[in-house]
Each structure stands twice: as C-alpha cells, then as structure tokens.
C-alpha cells in the first residue's frame, strides 16, 4: 500500500503492520510525504517485495494522487502514472492482476488517469 502519510488512511498503514496471521509478512505499507513528486513516488515502486509467491496481484488503484485532484497534496503527473503501471505489470509479470477503482474525485483527472492506465496494460 502506497498512501500519503498525512491523509487517510488515519492511524493505518504504518510500515511495521505486515499482516497477522497467515498472513503475516505478506503486506507492505509505504507511506510517502506530502507534496509527494514524480520522480520519488516513482522510487517507491523499486520497493516492491521480490520475495512474494503470489497468485494474483489487485491493484486497489485510488486516482487521488494525481496532481490535479482536490483531496491529497501529491503532484504526480500522468507520464509517472503510466510508468508506475508499466512497473506494477513487469512485478507480476506473468500472473493475473486486476486494477480495482477506488478513487479519484476530479472526473477529468480521473478519466484521464483510468486512460493512461488501460493503456498500460493493453500494450504490455
């Protein structure tokens, strides 16, 4: 999970919770500062757990990141969007995934994020 320290989700999502359980040690939270830009946000996803033996990957794709939505203080622009996707995609590589909307309150910036992200992953 990838999600602006200072904004919701509140009081989760610290990088000590790994999962309970079973599933214990297969979450990852990274919670990255406000006013967030490209280049950092795009270092984040050089973190992604190589360890994992997963199955299927979903994505839990929340647009309110972007630099032109009205709840969060990050200023990503659509080329990183495209470039995050393209790393998400090579991560799973071979195994199904599933993007699953879940935010974005600025209809133009969504539609466009939800573009950039299609298009991703029709041309891998």
């Known amino acids: 999970s990838t999600h602006?320290?200072?904004n919701y989700p509140y009081f989760v999502g610290e990088e000590s919770e790994i999962g309970k359980g079973d599933g214990e040690g297969f979450n990852k939270n990274i919670a990255y500062k406000d006013e967030i830009e490209?280049?950092?946000f795009?270092?984040?996803?050089?973190?992604?757990?190589s360890d994992f033996n997963f199955?299927?990957?979903?994505?839990?794709?929340?647009?309110?990141?972007m630099n032109d939505e009205y709840i969060s203080s990050a200023k990503i622009s659509y080329s990183a969007l495209g470039?995050?996707?393209q790393k998400?995609?090579?991560f799973t590589g071979?195994?199904?995934?599933?993007?699953?909307?879940?935010?974005?309150y600025n209809i133009d910036s969504l539609?466009?994020?939800?573009?950039?992200?299609?298009?991703?992953?029709?041309?891998?």
Request: zero cysteines.
């Open 83 to 85: 470039q995050m996707v």
């Open 42 to 49: 795009l270092a984040l996803f050089d973190q992604l757990p």
């Open 111 to 124: 539609v466009q994020s939800v573009d950039v992200t299609l298009e991703q992953m029709v041309a891998n």
């Open 94 to 104: 071979d195994k199904p995934i599933a993007f699953l909307l879940e935010g974005g």
């Open 88 to 90: 998400i995609l090579k």
């Open 4 to 6: 602006e320290k200072n």
């Open 55 to 65: 199955d299927i990957v979903l994505v839990s794709a929340g647009y309110d990141l």
């Open 38 to 40: 490209d280049e950092e």
